[in-house]
């Protein structure tokens, strides 16, 4: 296992950041959640990496996806050693 992180930038209302945060406890996969309705701070991250202002952004050990796109997700996280 690499230790590589996850963190999801998501917000309550937003069904794609659901699947995909459901999508990593159907893994086992451990990611941290940021809600960028609550914590300005992390808003303003996911806009920095993803350069947009779409959400979900899901950070894998750096590598930036925007939206729930299981594809993307799979090849991140057997990039880096998680799943």
Request: one cysteine or more; glycine letters at 8%; aromatic letters at 8%.
């Given at each position: ?10 917000a309550t209302?937003?069904?794609f950041?659901?699947m995909a ?7 086992g996969?451990?990611?941290?959640d ?11 991250e ?17 590598e ?5 796109d299981r594809p ?12």
């Amino acid at each position: 296992m690499s230790n590589a992180t996850i963190t999801v930038y998501s917000a309550t209302w937003c069904a794609f950041c659901h699947m995909a945060k459901n999508y990593f406890d159907k893994l086992g996969v451990a990611y941290t959640d940021r809600d960028v309705e609550q914590d300005m701070a992390a808003a303003t991250e996911a806009v920095s990496k993803s350069g947009q202002m779409g959400i979900p952004v899901i950070d894998i050990g750096g590598e930036i996806i925007v939206g729930f796109d299981r594809p993307k997700i799979d090849a991140a996280l057997k990039a880096h050693k998680l799943a």
